[in-house]
T-cell receptor, first 113, second 111 residues
């Protein structure tokens, strides 16, 4: 595997379900990011991790819970989501000194029913 | 805070040149990045201007003017595959860096 991978690519979940999104980077980076992309909206930064430590939480509702066990893996745990949470969730990584050059995974298309 | 403005849509003819502008207002400025995103795909990094002036990478060039809080992406010899959304982005720092993205410009290349 090369670059940044995300699983699953598509997810449909009910509002009472619990699911997790997984991201893995094979680039030797030490910063990882979660973004939300909704139709006709700019990329919204959700969380940032540097060297496994959370350095940014952009006022994200607690129904989204990130986890970063090491510099290569990032998870986003989802529970009791709302229909407006339906979006493309993108993971990215970079050197912590070069956030201007981020490498993105293919994203997870989430639909909340 | 940070805000970046881009035109929402641009249409250009195959083989032509197109310029996508980005104006920004930031508290602290470190440079300007550009990303390309095809429909259904992930954003991919194109370029970064840390200093004023023009950076060229093949058919794509990016320009920055700090005094004008303005930058642009220039695409030459347009190809149909260049049809995509283009985002400018600025890194901001509060200890570690993060990035704020612009609203994106949807480029349509027509024959």
């Amino acid at each position: 595997e090369t670059g940044v991978t995300q699983t699953p690519r598509h997810l449909v979940m009910g509002m009472t379900n619990k699911k997790s999104l997984k991201c893995e980077q094979h680039l030797g980076h030490n910063a990882m990011y979660w973004y939300k992309q909704s139709a006709k909206k700019p990329l919204e930064l959700m969380f940032v991790y540097n060297f496994k430590e959370q350095t940014e939480n952009n006022s994200v509702p607690s129904r989204f819970s990130p986890e970063c066990p090491n510099s290569s893996h990032l998870f986003l745990h989802l529970h009791t989501l709302q229909p407006e949470d339906s979006a493309l969730y993108l993971c990215a990584s970079s050197s912590s000194l070069a956030a201007y050059e981020q490498y993105f995974g293919p994203g997870t298309r989430l639909t909340v029913t | 805070g940070q805000s970046l403005e881009q035109p929402s849509e641009v249409t250009a003819v195959e083989g032509a040149i197109v310029q996508i502008n980005c104006t920004y207002q930031t508290s602290g400025f470190y440079g300007l990045s550009w990303y390309q995103q095809h429909d259904g795909g992930a954003p991919t990094f194109l370029s970064y201007n840390g200093l004023d002036g023009l950076e060229e990478t093949g058919r794509f060039s990016s320009f920055l003017s700090r005094s004008d809080s303005y930058g642009y992406l220039l695409l030459q010899e347009l190809q149909m595959k260049d049809s995509a959304s283009y985002f400018c982005a600025v890194p901001v720092t509060g200890g570690y860096q993060k990035v704020t993205f612009g609203t994106g410009t949807k480029l349509q290349v027509i024959p």
